[in-house]
């Protein structure tokens, strides 16, 4: 059998047209199969990133609550220090009395208490002035930086008409 040109170039014509489909197939093919491919590792790098926000406000949270804990022991430590110099708060004291017009009379450190977690070192004064003095004296010790507690407080008229006696015992604490 003998094909003629017309033929052949027939035949030629649908081999062309059958490979170019074929590849043409095959080239949709993979672009489809990438597309997935592409689209599955976007889907993994965005749950990652959602991930990864989670954990970033995960640490921001961590990181508050330490930044408070950190103020929390700095305000700690400044109202119970671990050492405490007596002579220094007694100095402090005086100064804020002489400066409020007060007369102190006895001041007298007394024996330290062990407690469980802190010493208390527990203090005597005896001052005297006019009541408004005494007690913004009072208000200031309550709120001196190393914390301290009015243990017993005794008030009573002094000399003068506007005057009056207080015997303060009062508790400094140290770890």
Known sequence: MFLNVKQLDRICLLTVLAVSLAGGGFVVQSGISERKRISSENDQIASRLKDLSAAEAEIRKVDSA?????????????????????????????????????TLMSLQPLPPAQERL?????????????????????????????????????????????ECQVDLTASIFKR
């Open 118 to 162: 802190f010493t208390r070192l527990p203090v005597r004064m005896i001052f005297k002035g006019p009541f408004g003095r005494v007690y913004d004296m009072i208000h200031d010790l309550e709120n001196m930086k190393p914390s301290v507690v009015v243990e017993k407080l005794v008030v009573q008229r002094g000399g003068g008409p506007q």
């Open 66 to 102: 330490l930044a408070r804990r950190k103020e929390n022991l700095r305000f700690l430590n400044e109202k119970i220090p671990e050492s405490l110099e007596i002579g220094g708060f007694l100095k402090e004291v005086n100064t804020a009395m002489k400066a409020k017009g007060l």
